[in-house]
């Protein structure tokens, strides 16, 4: 199997029939992953967060109030003249909790796949494999630079 994944061109993960949640799941991760490459270019050690350009409207907009709500549940202020929503962590977690994850070949895919799709309903996160590693570096660098979880949660199976 480890070969057929590593030859692929590109592996689709199929996480089931989408759910009351599932397209805000895929939303927010696929949000969180472009806000984090269009403010990449500003994370130089000379550059701050203000560096980053403030959209005004459309998807670059809601992709930074995706971040801004990642960032307020765990308890990070941000300026805003905007209303920063609760950001949809159950929604998340239900995506995340679903019987594909609990299977061991899952890590296989992820580790030697070039490029991975993942695919609930009909909606694709393209760069799937990507969203989902932004999600959980977010994660810990907000838990390690604020120094606690979010309401206690914990998205390390087990913990």
């Given at each position: 199997m480890r070969e057929i994944y590593e030859r692929a061109a590109q592996v689709l993960i199929w996480l089931g029939p989408s759910d009351a949640t599932s397209d805000?799941?895929?939303y927010v991760l696929q949000a969180g992953y472009r806000?984090?490459?269009r403010a990449q270019p500003?994370?130089?050690?000379d550059a701050t967060w203000a560096d980053v350009p403030q959209p005004k409207a459309g998807q670059e907009f809601d992709d930074q109030l995706t971040a801004a709500a990642f960032g307020k549940m765990f308890g990070k202020v941000t300026k805003s003249n905007v209303l920063i929503p609760e950001y949809p962590i159950k929604a998340v977690a239900n995506l995340l909790n679903r019987a594909y994850w609990g299977r061991c070949w899952?890590?296989?895919?992820?580790t030697v796949a070039k490029k991975i799709a993942i695919v609930c309903g009909e909606k694709i996160l393209e760069d799937g494999?990507?969203?989902i590693h932004t999600f959980l570096q977010t994660w810990d660098s907000l838990e390690e630079e604020l120094g606690r979880q979010p309401h206690g949660l914990d998205h390390r199976h087990g913990q």
């Open positions: 805000i799941a895929t806000f984090l490459l500003y994370t130089t050690l899952c890590w296989q895919e992820f494999d990507m969203c």
